[in-house]
Each structure stands twice: as structure tokens, then as C-alpha cells.
């Protein structure tokens, strides 16, 4: 049987093993590990890899993909990672915990919760600097004292989310005011607040040079799970895979070509001007793959090939030396931006692979 294209191959056991490596390694300072799996768009099969590695928590961003797995029989405490107020009773129904930051989300919460005869647990998110969500720290005292006369509701922690909007860094300063702001609000409300969230895959750094990591006790991690890769930098982490997804996609033309348009200039397919640098005559193979399906400039070919560009459904590629003829296939690996796409993309089918 000739094989689905294009298509993602998913290597199971290397998503397993980095699970496995990072719980341990920050087990080792009592940090718990919650798998982020809406990159993959909450796959049960990735999430039941992730859990078997030694992940505590399943955390996406999507009600939708926590119902998916849910629905597949997948069993963990599922955290939603995005409050959205409309989405109110159906993140009672479904999440065992969201992150939150709106006093008004909350309220919904709390309602919606003693209607379905459940707690709901929250973890408040702080803005350190990063300026996506969270509450300011000079505010948070009050925000908790109103949320505390919630019936329904139970602050269990708070975190904070660095390194996505602002770039900004989870460095030691920004761990420490974490820290204090849980021990300040802990003696202000005498309560017990268990999880200290201090960020995503990017706060890899910061655990291997930390002299002590405070109050920190739970991270929540996809990029390094599932590429291996702490996202600072983009270093790979030590031990880990970085090719546990690889796309392939089929040549579709094959032809000496020039290498510079001709005719009268025009916009291109996104309405760019685009500008071409002259190789004179060379092989081009155009793949049957295009922006619809993922983001082009997050591929990395595996043989010695060169991306050119890409429209909706073509991607043109220069094959150097690559004997490539039409029918053969062309592997990549793939960034967060690609993977995410790719795994959205119907037109790719996902393929699980053993090794
Ligand atoms: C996406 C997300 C994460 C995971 O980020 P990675 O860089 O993939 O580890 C963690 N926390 C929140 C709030 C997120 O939205």
C-alpha cells in the first residue's frame, strides 16, 4: 500500500522519553510537570505518551481539544490554559482547573459551578513583564479578596507566563517575585496555595542556573517536550529528541527551469512585490505543500535542499544536488510555527510511527 501524502510521522516513543528526561530532571527540585498538548491539537494518543513519561497534568489552551481527549478515554486532571467568559459553563463541565485573570470571568465560574454542583479550581495568573495575561501584582491582593467570597471557587495557585508576547526572559528575578508574591499572599488570606507556576519551555535556563528555585513547583511544558528544545534560544535540551515529528511531502514537477520570472512584474499570490536572485538555469521541484498546510519558513529539509518560497498549495524548492524525480518524497523537520500548523492542517494526515 502506498503511503498517505503529505503526512506527519510521529514518533511516540520520543515523545514519551522527553517527558520522561524533563519530569525527572525538575522532579528532581519537587517540580511537577503539566504536558501542553494544544500544539498537537490535544492528539490523545501524544497526551497518553505525555502521561506516560511522568506528566501530572494535561494543560491546553482549546476546550475543544480537552473534550477530544476526554472523549478518547483519556484520564488526568485537565487544565485550560485560556479563560474565555463565554465559555464559562463549559469550562466547569470540562476542566478540572483554568488559568484565569478576570474577576468577571471568575464570577461566571463560580455561578456556572454551583449550577453543575462542582468546585472550580483556579490558578491566578501574574503579569511579570511579559504583558500577555495576568493580573498586575499591585492589584492582585484585592482581586483575591473578592474571588475568596466566591461560593464555587478555589484559588490552588498562581503563575505566571513569560517568553510568548514580550520576550521577555524567566530569569531569577522574575522566579523570586513569583515567590514572594505567593508567601505575601499566603500570610495576607491564611491560605494554602500549592501550585507555583512558573512558566512554560522557556524556563529551562533558568532551573540549570537557579542557586534555588523558591516557591517554584510546576512548569508547563510543550515545545521541549515535543521538540526538545527550550525556547530562550532555541537550544535543545541536553538528552532529549528534536525530531520526534517529521513532514513529508511528495515532488510533484521536476525541471531544469531558470531561476528568474519573466514578463511584466505584478503582485504575487499575497500581494508582494517579490524580488529573485539569478542562478541561471537550475533543477526546481515543486512539492505538494503549501501555505494552507503549514509554515513554510518553519520547515527544514532534511536533505541538502533550498526552500525558494511557497504559494497556498506549492512549495518551490531548489534541489541542488538531490536526484529528485516526480513521486519521491522530501522530509523536514519542523519548529513550534510548523508543527503547529501541520497538526491543524486537514489535509495532513498524522501517521504514528515505531522505531
Ligand atoms: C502554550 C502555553 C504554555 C506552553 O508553552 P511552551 O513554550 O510550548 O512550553 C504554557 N503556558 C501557557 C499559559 C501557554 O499558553
Redesign the pocket.
Known amino acids: 500500500m502506498k503511503a498517505f501524502l503529505p503526512r506527519i510521522e510521529i514518533a511516540l516513543s520520543q515523545i514519551r522519553h522527553n517527558a520522561q528526561v524533563l519530569t525527572e530532571l525538575y522532579g528532581r527540585q519537587g517540580i511537577s510537570v ?1 504536558g ?1 498538548s ?2 498537537v491539537l490535544g492528539d490523545p494518543v501524544i497526551a497518553l505518551a505525555m502521561l506516560e513519561g511522568g506528566v501530572k497534568f494535561i ?1 491546553d ?1 482549546r476546550l475543544e481539544n480537552i473534550q477530544r481527549m476526554r472523549t478518547a478515554g483519556v484520564t488526568a486532571q485537565f487544565i485550560l ?2 479563560t474565555a467568559l463565554s465559555q464559562a459553563e463549559s469550562v466547569v463541565i470540562h476542566a478540572d482547573i483554568s ?1 484565569n485573570t478576570e474577576v468577571e470571568t471568575i464570577s461566571a465560574l463560580s455561578c456556572f459551578a454551583t449550577i453543575h454542583r462542582k468546585l472550580h479550581q483556579v490558578i491566578l ?1 501574574v503579569e511579570l513583564g511579559d504583558l500577555r ?1 495576568g493580573i498586575l501584582p499591585c492589584n492582585l491582593s484585592q482581586v483575591i479578596q473578592t474571588i475568596r467570597a466566591f461560593p464555587a471557587i478555589k484559588i490552588i495557585g498562581l ?1 505566571c ?1 513569560l ?2 508576547y514580550g520576550g521577555i526572559s524567566p530569569d531569577n528575578t522574575k522566579m523570586n517575585e513569583l515567590s514572594e508574591l505567593a508567601d505575601e499572599m499566603e500570610a495576607e488570606f491564611q491560605i494554602n496555595l500549592k501550585i507555583i ?1 512558573g ?4 524556563n529551562h535556563k533558568w532551573y540549570e542556573s537557579a542557586q534555588g528555585i523558591g516557591r517554584i513547583n510546576n ?8 521538540l526538545g528544545r527550550e ?1 530562550t534560544n532555541r537550544e535543545v535540551i541536553p538528552g532529549l529528541y528534536t525530531s520526534a515529528f517529521r513532514l513529508i511531502a511528495e515532488v510533484i514537477e521536476s525541471k531544469d527551469k531558470p531561476s528568474l520570472p519573466y514578463g511584466a512584474a505584478c503582485q504575487d499570490s499575497f500581494g508582494n512585490i517579490p524580488s529573485f536572485q539569478d542562478r541561471g538555469i537550475h533543477r526546481r521541484i515543486i512539492l505538494a505543500l503549501g501555505k494552507q498546510d503549514t509554515l513554510i519558513s518553519g520547515l527544514q529539509p532534511e536533505q541538502d535542499l533550498e526552500i525558494l518560497g511557497s504559494s497556498s498549495d506549492h512549495m518551490i524548492l531548489d534541489s541542488h544536488n538531490c536526484d529528485l524525480k516526480v513521486g519521491n518524497e522530501v522530509s523536514f523537520n519542523l519548529d ?1 510555527g510548523a508543527l503547529l500548523g501541520a497538526m491543524t492542517s486537514p489535509f495532513i494526515k498524522k501517521c504514528f510511527v515505531k522505531d
Open positions: 503539566m501542553v494544544k500544539a494543560a489552551s490554559l485560556r488559568l495568573m495575561e503563575g507566563n517568553a510568548c507556576s512558566g512554560n519551555s522557556a512548569l508547563r511544558l510543550g515545545e521541549a517536550i515535543l525556547t513550534y
